[in-house]
T-cell receptor, first 112, second 112 residues
Framework: DAGVIQSPRHEVTEMGQEVTLRCKPI?????LFWYRQTMMRGLELLIY????????DSGMPEDRFSAKMPNASFSTLKIQPSEPRDSAVYFC??????????FGEGSRLTVL | GQNIDQPTEMTATEGAIVQINCTYQ??????LFWYQQHAGEAPTFLSY????GLEEKGRFSSFLSRSKGYSYLLLKELQMKDSASYLC?????????????FGAGTRLAVHP
């Protein structure tokens, strides 16, 4: 059974460029979460979806960040334009009926 | 809002027992999770408490006191592979949906 799949695993880009991170949740999970992890701030919840509908995006830091979930098997997190302070590991996670979160391997973003 | 506190770092000796504490404040408490995260990897589920008391799972146990806003994770017979960060996470139900808010994590170093 495949877990949560994220791509890319690593991305290095220059300030001002658009970044798109992708996530495929576990089949049958109806919640999808995007988290960001840094040494300074730990694991922060950015946004989450229930049945493809965004429920709470209060954690999205700025308008430069946007997330979509066009169907039950795919979500994107986009940063445009990117800035050096966006450098972090971005995790996608999906949730089963017990409430346990299953995390992807993360996308490590470096903005120069 | 939510507030989750746990020690930043702990050290322990192989074969010993260590207790990692977590205190929390939240308006819509609906369960507490512990996750383990090895360096460079995704968090993985360890335990879940929603009622007061102790939940035991092999070498790991987790305790919850809802009235005190307090939990601990107990690790017995420590092994070197237990060196990792341990994340306390509170499930918050305010707003009608469940979301998982993480503490900053406790880095545990196990030495011979």
């Amino acid at each position: 059974d495949a877990g949560v799949i994220q791509s890319p695993r690593h991305e290095v880009t220059e300030m001002g460029q658009e970044v798109t991170l992708r996530c495929k949740p576990i089949s049958g999970h109806d919640y999808l979460f995007w988290y960001r992890q840094t040494m300074m701030r730990g694991l922060e919840l950015l946004i989450y979806f229930n049945n493809n509908v965004p429920i709470d995006d209060s954690g999205m830091p700025e308008d430069r960040f946007s997330a979509k979930m066009p169907n039950a098997s795919f979500s994107t997190l986009k940063i445009q334009p990117s800035e050096p302070r966006d450098s972090a590991v971005y995790f996608c996670a999906s949730r089963n009926y017990t409430g346990e979160l299953f995390f992807g391997e993360g996308s490590r973003l470096t903005v120069l | 809002g939510q507030n989750i506190d746990q020690p930043t770092e702990m050290t322990a000796t192989e074969g010993a027992i260590v207790q990692i504490n977590c205190t929390y404040q939240t308006s819509g408490f609906n369960g507490l999770f512990w996750y383990q995260q090895h360096a460079g990897e995704a968090p993985t589920f360890l335990s879940y408490n929603v009622l007061d008391g102790l939940e035991e799972k092999g070498r790991f146990s987790s305790f919850l006191s809802r009235s005190k806003g307090y939990s601990y994770l107990l690790l017995k017979e420590l092994q070197m592979k237990d060196s990792a960060s341990y994340l306390c996470a509170v499930r918050d139900h305010s707003g009608g949906y469940n979301k998982l808010i993480f503490g900053a994590g406790t880095r545990l170093a196990v030495h011979p």
